[in-house]
């Protein structure tokens, strides 16, 4: 239920041989003796959202409405011809609430609520008012021959704001912008009463050539749909949006025109010291088009002007700040190993779209996955990269490292490394069998590099499997190293073989 206290079933309280409701608060001596009650009123549909049941109303059927008595339902009905009512009520306090469906708003409650009933007499008149909201809707075209609404007509390209002004306010009460992908559809939805008027904001180089519809009533339901502009594009030049890159080539439509001839000659000021011309074409849409092309040297914030000069000498001009992004940067992660040592060194190579950029326009910033950070330093690597160093003194264990490399301009790039620091030396332990002596060594991080063993002080020998000894008693040292040079102290192990 919208609107409506949760509980989880209907709570009746009866007087017993009564079948009277009878309050929670009331007392069951004094409710013996009262004479039950009916409480009604009606709900209704306010059509102009006045707040009173007048003429041009209509009754509401089937809503639930709802008597509570404090937190408890004690009944529920659904209107009739717009009327409900509650019968055999007894002594009490209770509150009376509607379910009104979605999109309904309440705009009246009129006539006791709560009630507090008294023997015998019953209660009415309770109305309860209601305002389905509604909507209006339209679209924004572009007109292409000036005359109006026609059908050479096509959705506008580019979004335009739609204002919606209630009762003759002066600050639009609601403002939208049209959708272009929609075919310029526009729509002010969930409105309640009033008088609306619509009006949009021209776009730049444009004139309203019809509009339809401005102003609607709002009552109860209503959905005012057709509410269309239709805009013509002037000779103004209006700018397009652009968006070069430094270092990269860019090539567009850089304005557009209502108006033009073959003999139309464009000039295009970039805004970083370099002009070019431009290229006048006809716009499939309509109108005329100036294209252009030009490479930024370096990212930032320039001041693009264009100026066309008809046959007639006439000349239009416009201008538009243009911001130039900053070169995308690549970074990869560098493969770090295992180590036993302090680890300073590369940890990152990047690249920068850009060319031209140079060691100094480059910060490093180096998270170690140890939970501390540091600044990094940038130099230059081989075929054009450049390399993020860094030197830092870990704990043991395995560690991911996160380079950010970021350009003065604003891009930047992030690469994933891990290391393995190992401090601890390996831990080997040697068993016999008759006179086959077996050595087996375990490290915590970097793994096993090799095992050594001496036999009787002889020289040291690499431990590739079991050693079969000779009868007598044999002393033998045995050690293992690990992937990053920790070195295990010697064991020394004493074994006798006897004679067969």
């Given amino acids: 239920m919208t609107g409506i206290r949760s509980v989880a079933a209907l709570a009746v309280v009866v007087l017993a041989g009564t079948g009277m409701f009878v309050g929670a608060g009331a007392q069951a001596a ?65 509150t009376i609430q509607v379910d009104p469906p979605v999109a309904w708003v309440p705009t009246a409650a009129h006539g006791p609520n709560p009630v507090t009933t008294s023997s015998g007499e019953d209660v009415g008149g309770i109305e309860f008012g209601y305002f389905l909201l509604g909507s209006i809707s339209g679209y924004v075209l572009d ?21 919606l002004f209630l009762d003759g306010g002066a600050a639009p009460f609601s403002a939208v912008t049209s959708y272009p992908s929609l075919g310029g559809w526009y729509s002010f939805p969930g409105l309640g009463p009033g008088i609306y008027t619509i009006q949009e904001v021209v776009p730049g180089g444009y004139t309203l050539t019809a509009q339809a519809g401005s102003t609607t009533y709002g009552y109860s339901g209503f959905g005012s749909g057709g509410n269309n502009f239709d805009n013509f594009f002037t000779s103004a030049i209006t700018m397009l949006e652009i968006h070069p890159v430094e270092s990269a080539w860019f090539a567009g439509n850089i304005a557009r025109l209502g108006s033009a001839d073959a003999s139309s000659v464009a000039t295009i000021d970039w805004g970083d010291g370099a002009v ?24 930032g914030a320039y001041s693009l002007a264009v100026s066309v000069t008809r046959t007639s000498s006439s000349v239009v001009t416009g201008s538009e700040a ?12 560098l493969t770090l190993g295992s180590s036993r040592l302090t680890f300073s060194g590369a940890l990152a190579a990047f690249t920068d779209d850009d060319p031209y950029g140079v060691t100094g326009d480059y910060s490093a910033r180096i998270d170690w996955g140890d939970g501390t950070a540091s600044t990094g330093t940038v130099t230059a690597g081989v075929a054009g990269a450049l390399l993020a160093n860094g030197s830092h003194a870990f704990a043991e264990g395995r560690f991911t490292v996160t ?24 831990a080997s332990t040697a068993s016999v069998s008759g006179n086959v002596l077996n050595i087996t060594a375990s490290d915590n991080l970097s793994g096993i590099a090799a095992t050594y063993y001496t036999v009787n002080g002889g020289p040291a020998q690499l431990y590739t499997g079991p050693i079969v000894l000779k009868s007598g008693k044999s002393t033998l040292r045995f050690w293992s190293l690990d992937a990053v040079g920790n070195t295990e102290t010697a064991q020394t192990v004493v074994v006798k073989v006897n004679r067969p």
Wanted: no cysteine; net charge negative.
């Fill in 403 to 426: 380079t950010t490399v970021t350009d003065q301009g604003g891009a930047l790039a992030s690469a994933v490394s891990t290391i393995t620091v190992d401090r601890t030396p390996p």
């Fill in 143 to 163: 007109d292409h021959t000036g005359d109006g609404f026609s059908s050479d007509d096509t959705p506008f390209p580019a979004p335009v704001t739609i204002e």
């Fill in 276 to 299: 070019s011309a431009g290229t006048v074409i006809s716009d499939p849409v309509g109108g005329f088009l100036v294209t252009g092309g030009h490479t930024y040297a370096e990212e």
């Fill in 30 to 94: 004094h409710a013996s003796d009262f004479v039950p009650v009916t409480i009604s009123g009606s709900v209704f549909e306010d059509r102009d959202g006045n707040g009173v049941y007048d003429t041009y109303d209509v009754a509401l059927d089937d809503w639930m409405v709802y008597l509570f008595d404090g937190d408890l339902l004690v009944q529920y009905t659904a209107t009739t011809g717009g009327t409900f009512t509650f019968g055999g009520v007894g002594p009490g306090t209770f």
């Fill in 322 to 333: 243009v911001a130039v992004a900053d070169a995308a940067l690549h970074a990869q992660g």
